[in-house]
């Protein structure tokens, strides 16, 4: 939003969103994190399977694809992990 000086206005629900986007992003990273005990960048599927079993309503089926799939062994990525829970 622009104001009559031409300066930016954030309107309350602007800066809402902006930090509900911030909070989601510390809550994945740090959920990722702990799962990452290796610091390897990868998580398997089925670490994320455990942790994600009480989200399945929230997730839609196309995300879900990634953890359902039969192999439990498979590596998944911040950003495979991140683009699931936020339909990316």
Known sequence: HT???????MTHE???GIMA????????NDTFASLD???SGFVKAEKLD??????RDLISDDRKSIIDGDDKDMMID??????????G
């Open 50 to 55: 455990r942790v994600l079993c009480g989200m």
């Open 3 to 9: 104001s009559v000086d031409g300066s930016q206005i």
């Open 21 to 28: 986007e911030t909070e989601f992003y510390h809550l994945f």
């Open 14 to 16: 602007d800066f809402l």
């Open 37 to 39: 005990i290796h610091n």
């Open 78 to 87: 911040y950003e495979q992990f991140s683009r699931m829970l936020l339909g």
